[in-house]
Each structure stands twice: as structure tokens, then as C-alpha cells.
């Protein structure tokens, strides 16, 4: 018996996340959870996170593992508030010290380890984790950041921003440590198993083809259709097509808040006076007002 596979998405994000559990034992894992947040008004709760924990209680599952593909530039982790529920521990790829290494200085992040340590498991390619009779694969899949990974989970890879659906393309890759070609490199990997092998997105945005959210295809779909690496495009194209469209694209609207949370394994910044939490937004100051006085730019 494979496993159970619940897709949860966020439509403020165009975020899915996922509970996949084990029939025969009730282990399960959670994959990219969200936490709700506006940034607007700075508010955050933990609606989309109750919505898996409730399904979790439901079935009587037992939450082994929570799995981060990558640090998300685009929502906030609900990680911390998942493991303070269940206590499964907090896993994401081993080269996520890279990524903490790129933007500590940006948020003069003084305490962060950048060696990971703010989360509990550290996974290497290759390595394989129980999930009650199931076993998940980590597949080390960089390109849209240095510690990118895939879960594979029998006949299901959990691909975070590798690949969208084939209308959609692929990712980004002109984030700090991300490449074009290695990002090429990393889904010929994925497309190089079995056909019939489902994916899984992270993400998805519709299309002028497709108007429902959808997040689920095949190895063979992908091969066939994805309109930027389908069979018969070569690495030179693709890093070309790629970048030229990087340098078009608007920076993710939750970049900044986002990853200065999810370096930190989606832990929110400390309280400070009042019992206040505080993110920080680097500016970053056009010609004329370097060397003016803020009070009288």
C-alpha cells in the first residue's frame, strides 16, 4: 500500500503544502507548511497549520517528520507551531548553512549559526528516512537555492520550486547561490525517473491554458510539455531562456519577512519591549539620500 497523499493550498501564497502518512502504521510527515501572515498590518496566525493538525487528529496520525524543501522566499514557515503541537523535529537539505551564510549580513543576523543548527535534521542526498513501513528518499535538487531537496515517497516526489506544472515552466534561479544550469541539472535528475513517478508542486499560478489550481502531474507530462525543460531542451537553452526571464521578474512580495523567518526554521523573531515582535526590512537608499540625515531626507 503507497501513501496518503493531502494537498492543502494557500491562496494568498499559491503555496501547497502536504500530509502524506503511511495507511498501515498512521506515520505521517508534513511538507512545507504555511503560516498565515499579512504584511501589510504585520499580522500572523495559524489557520492554514490548524486545517493539517486537524486532519492529523482525525485520522490519529502521528507526525514523524516535518520536511522544509528549501528556505521559502515567498510565505512564512508554520513549522515551529507544528512541531510545538505534535513534536516531530524539523528537517530540511544539509547545504541550508550556504543559503544562512548569503543572507545573514542582510539581516545582521549576528546569532544565526550558519551551519544549519537552528533546525533539528540536516538530510544529504541520497539519505533515507522511515516513515512507518514507507521510505523517504532525500533527493538534493539545487538550482533555485544551494539546499533545494526533493522527498520521494514511493511512486511521489515532493519537488518544492524545482518545477511547476508544465504550463508554468520551472523556477526562478536568480536568488543568492541559485544557477540556471545546475537548477537544468537537477530536473533532468527528477525526469530521469520512472514515467509513470507523480510530482508534486510547491507552488502554482494557473495559466492562460489552465484556469483551475492544479499541483499534480508526472514525469512523462513533464517531459512531454513543461514548456521550459521538456524533452529536447538542452542545458544552453535553457540557462538562456532562464535567464533572460530572472531579470524580468518582480522580487517575491514576502521575500524579506520570509526569509529572515525561514533561515531561522520559521522561528519568529524573539519578543523585545512590550512583549513586541519585530521583523527587520533592509533599506536600501537611492544616490541622493546617502549622507543625508534620515530626519531630513
Request: hydrophobic fraction near 45%.
Amino acid at each position: 500500500m503507497g501513501a496518503e497523499i493531502s494537498a492543502y493550498f494557500d491562496a494568498p501564497t499559491n503555496t501547497i503544502s502536504y500530509l502524506v502518512s503511511d495507511p498501515s502504521s498512521g506515520a505521517a510527515a508534513v511538507i512545507d507548511p504555511v503560516l498565515d501572515y499579512v504584511h501589510a498590518n504585520g499580522r500572523a496566525w495559524a489557520a492554514s497549520a490548524q486545517r493539517i493538525l486537524a486532519d492529523i487528529q482525525a485520522k490519529e496520525l502521528n507526525v514523524e517528520w516535518i520536511l522544509e524543501t528549501h528556505a521559502h522566499a515567498d510565505h512564512l514557515s508554520a513549522a515551529p507551531y507544528i512541531r510545538a503541537k505534535t513534536g516531530a523535529p524539523i528537517a530540511i537539505g544539509a547545504q541550508i548553512g550556504k543559503v544562512q551564510a548569503h543572507f545573514a549580513p542582510l539581516f545582521a543576523c549576528d546569532d544565526l549559526s550558519c551551519a544549519g543548527t537552528e533546525f533539528d535534521r540536516l538530510l544529504a542526498d541520497g539519505e533515507t528516512l522511515r516513515l512507518g513501513t514507507l521510505d523517504i528518499e532525500v533527493l538534493h535538487t539545487p538550482g533555485h537555492t544551494e539546499a533545494c531537496v526533493s522527498y520521494r515517497i514511493g511512486d511521489a516526489v515532493f519537488v518544492g520550486d524545482t518545477l511547476f506544472m508544465p504550463e508554468c515552466g520551472t523556477a526562478r534561479a536568480d536568488f543568492p547561490g541559485g544557477d540556471a544550469a545546475t537548477l537544468y541539472r537537477s530536473i533532468r535528475r527528477i525526469l530521469a525517473l520512472p514515467p509513470e513517478t507523480r510530482l508534486f508542486m510547491c507552488h502554482d499560478y494557473k495559466s492562460p491554458e489552465r484556469q483551475e489550481f492544479a499541483w499534480e502531474t508526472t514525469v512523462a507530462d513533464q517531459r512531454e510539455r513543461n514548456i521550459h525543460i521538456r524533452d529536447g531542451v538542452s542545458e544552453e537553452a535553457f540557462v538562456e531562456m532562464r535567464t533572460a526571464r530572472d531579470v524580468t521578474l518582480a522580487v517575491p512580495a514576502l521575500l524579506l519577512p520570509a526569509i529572515q523567518v525561514n533561515i531561522r526554521a520559521g522561528r519568529l523573531p524573539a519578543a523585545r519591549e512590550g512583549q513586541r515582535r519585530f521583523l527587520q526590512i533592509p533599506l536600501t537608499l537611492a544616490a541622493e539620500l546617502e549622507g543625508v540625515d534620515p530626519g531630513t531626507a
